[in-house]
């Protein structure tokens, strides 16, 4: 059973806190000068107890779970828990400090990570303010008017609003200022230099300061574009509108704002643990409820989850692998597109051409039971930067009636993989020759020669060659007059395949390395118990994937779709079936118009660079 990872804060009282914890977010905070809840921490100054009822994790330290259930977190190679979240109420100033990167925390911390964080400003007063750098030109003028207390002159002011972002590099001179309420995503770790406290008392003593330290580590001259995050992405997901606030070496943090219509949100660990804080609002993360100042992980393994209702949430992650950082996030693919190497109309190249038009990260080319025009694309993908990736569509049989597999990924120079597709190629020539035959009988003038002839010798033809030259050569009145009367099922010049199986199909696409996915699976007509046991079937047969994102699918159909994949462990993808002018209406990447298939998808399918 899937579960969240709830955390019990740990409060701090500190000498600039306040109440607003226990105002603004129901926390049973000690006092009224509480200013931090840790959130999310396995630091030892702040070890986050675990609630997750009827699992064996339940009420074991964050820190425990990290040395001992490593399945949890996605074995991260580290030796402590590396990110800490905390809600920070300011009542009154907080010193200015500085933070160490990790080389000179480590050398000069004890083994201690350094610290970098960012601040996402829940609320403040409306004149409120905080310190982020310093005006002078270098460490020696830095010193100067330390020495000379010209703070009004060394800081940097700079006034601030709720949903302002702030990324702090170590060496960043900064202080959070009285009436703010922000949340910080920062690297496990509490080193903190002070290099100015107002001179306040705390126990009838000043604070500690740490001017030498400062200086070791300050940035100077100070960068205000290091700390503004102004090129925000953001992506709609559903009901969702997906922010990335930062990606950075230390960490990955997202806001999204839910909201309580349309096609709930699906989104997926990708494999790695998630740290979550509700900041607003309430709604569900699939059927377990969420509220205002809940914060949670979602554990590397937990997959796809949904989310409903009306609220903001802050997730933060460790980052993508170096080489992947950015490569998905607000982009946009089509994992299911024709050429008229089968039933399309424009040419391998002239597909590419039109996805890099699009705007398109990805494509995969998937013609029906041939891998003909991949090597055509790939040579166009490399030269527009379109990523093409190998793919097929055979149509295969259940019932009387056809079930499409898609396959990503093939190896389209598998000798097997190419002979059985010849094979399927000889039975669907035969068919059209009887099928054109019928339609002769009939009193149309076609043959399967003038098919080839205007079409090409190598294309693969379907029932869409049929209709489009029937309505080209002035037969016909439209392209579906053709398949409502005369070639759909049912009619009196259709002809039903040679049965190629579900077993059959499913073997040539792992012979050759293929990740079988189903297509379109609304599409078939079936009942809810039907389509299960035809998923449940091709699972037994090595089943990946589901396409749950399509061009005509309503909002839900792709949500059932979703669902029905995130049940039985698959993974989603989706696209066009883009067909060129034999589907007219049907744009690549974009559907009737309405379609967005994620970039991040490819992820979840983990396929090889070509």
Same mark, same amino acid.
């Given at each position: 059973m899937k579960r969240l990872l709830f955390t019990k804060p740990v409060y701090k009282e500190t000498i600039w806190g306040g109440d607003r914890l226990r105002t603004e977010f129901s926390y049973p905070i000690p006092g009224d000068k509480t200013g931090e809840c840790w959130a999310i921490s396995a630091h030892p100054a702040g070890d986050c107890e675990v609630c997750a009822p009827g699992t064996p994790y339940d009420g074991r330290l964050l820190s425990e779970l990290w040395a001992n259930e490593p399945q949890l977190f996605g074995y991260v190679n580290s030796d402590r828990f590396p990110l800490l979240v905390k809600i920070i109420d300011a009542a009154d100033d907080l010193s200015i400090q500085l933070h160490p990167d990790d080389a000179y925390a480590k050398e000069h911390e004890n083994g201690s990570l350094g610290k970098t964080e960012c601040w996402y400003i829940l609320s403040c007063d409306p004149d409120a303010t905080i310190v982020i750098g310093h005006n002078a030109a270098s460490k020696e003028e830095a010193r100067k008017m330390i020495d000379e207390k010209r703070w009004g002159d060394f800081l940097r002011e700079v006034p601030i609003h709720p949903g302002d972002f702030f990324m702090l590099k170590p060496g960043t001179v900064h202080a959070i200022k009285r009436g703010t309420m922000l949340?910080? +995503?920062?690297?496990?770790?509490?080193?903190?230099y002070r290099l100015y406290d107002y001179d306040r008392l705390q126990n009838g003593k000043l604070r500690d300061l740490h001017i030498e330290k400062s200086l070791d580590v300050m940035q100077a001259p100070f960068d205000p574009q290091a700390c503004i995050a102004s090129d925000h992405k953001t992506v709609q997901n559903g009901n969702s509108e997906i922010t990335r606030l930062v990606d950075c070496e230390c960490f990955t943090v997202d806001r999204i704002v839910v909201k309580n219509e349309g096609t709930p949100a699906v989104l997926n660990t990708r494999g790695r643990f998630i740290n979550v804080s509700v900041i607003d609002g309430t709604g569900l993360l699939d059927e377990t409820p969420i509220r205002k100042g809940d914060h949670f992980i979602l554990p590397a393994g937990y997959g796809s989850y949904e989310l409903k209702g009306e609220m903001t949430l802050i997730e933060s992650h460790?980052?993508?692998? /170096? #080489?992947?950082?950015?490569?998905?996030?607000?982009?946009?693919?089509?994992?299911?597109?024709?050429?008229? %190497?089968?039933?399309?109309?424009? +040419?391998?190249?002239?597909?590419?051409?039109? /996805?890099?038009?699009?705007?398109?990260?990805? !494509?995969?080319?998937?013609?029906?039971?041939?891998?003909?025009? @991949?090597?055509? /694309?790939?040579?166009?993908?490399?030269?527009?930067? @379109?990523?093409?990736?190998? =793919?097929? &569509?055979?149509?295969?049989?259940?019932?009387?009636?056809?079930?499409?597999?898609?396959?990503?990924?093939?190896?389209?120079?598998? =000798?097997?993989?190419?002979? &059985?597709?010849?094979?399927?190629?000889?039975?669907?020539?035969?068919?059209?020759?009887? !099928?054109?035959?019928?339609? /002769? #009988?009939?009193?149309f003038s076609i043959t399967y020669e003038e098919l080839l002839a205007k079409f090409g010798e190598g294309a693969i033809i379907t029932r869409a060659h049929f209709a489009r030259y029937l309505l080209d050569t002035d037969?016909? %009145?439209? @392209?579906?007059?053709?398949?409502?009367?005369?070639?759909?099922?049912?009619?009196?010049?259709?002809?039903?395949?040679?049965?190629?199986? *579900?077993?059959?199909?499913?073997?040539?696409?792992?012979?050759? %390395?293929?990740?079988?996915?189903?297509?379109?699976? !609304?599409?078939?007509?079936?009942?809810? #118990?039907? $389509?299960? &046991?035809?998923?449940?079937? $091709?699972?037994? $047969?090595?089943?990946?994937?589901?396409?749950?994102?399509? +061009?005509?699918?309503?909002?839900? &159909?792709?949500?059932? @779709?979703?669902?029905?994949?995130?049940?039985?462990?698959?993974? *989603?993808?989706?696209?066009?079936?883009?067909?060129?002018?034999?589907?007219?209406?049907?744009?690549?990447?974009? %559907?009737?118009?309405? $379609?967005?298939?994620?970039?991040?998808?490819?992820?979840?399918l983990n396929l090889p660079e070509v």
């Open positions: 949340l910080e +995503t920062q690297q496990s770790s509490d080193i903190t460790l980052p993508y692998d /170096a #080489d992947a950082k950015e490569k998905y996030f607000g982009k946009c693919i089509d994992l299911h597109v024709h050429s008229n %190497g089968s039933d399309g109309t424009l +040419t391998p190249t002239q597909v590419v051409e039109q /996805a890099a038009q699009a705007g398109l990260y990805a !494509m995969a080319l998937t013609d029906h039971d041939t891998v003909s025009g @991949v090597a055509e /694309a790939i040579e166009a993908g490399e030269r527009l930067n @379109v990523r093409v990736i190998p =793919a097929i &569509e055979i149509s295969s049989a259940r019932n009387g009636g056809d079930v499409h597999i898609l396959g990503y990924g093939v190896d389209v120079k598998n =000798a097997e993989f190419l002979e &059985e597709l010849g094979k399927i190629r000889n039975i669907r020539i035969e068919r059209n020759r009887k !099928m054109a035959k019928l339609l /002769a #009988d009939h009193g037969q016909i %009145g439209s @392209v579906s007059e053709a398949f409502e009367k005369y070639i759909g099922p049912g009619c009196p010049c259709y002809l039903p395949k040679e049965e190629i199986t *579900i077993e059959r199909a499913m073997a040539i696409l792992r012979m050759a %390395g293929g990740r079988p996915v189903l297509a379109h699976p !609304m599409l078939y007509k079936l009942t809810k #118990d039907e $389509l299960e &046991e035809l998923v449940d079937r $091709l699972i037994d $047969l090595g089943l990946y994937g589901i396409e749950a994102v399509y +061009t005509t699918y309503s909002t839900e &159909e792709e949500n059932y @779709v979703k669902r029905l994949a995130r049940r039985k462990g698959l993974v *989603i993808t989706g696209g066009s079936d883009f067909h060129g002018a034999n589907k007219p209406k049907i744009a690549i990447g974009k %559907g009737y118009g309405g $379609l967005y298939v994620p970039a991040d998808l490819l992820e979840d």
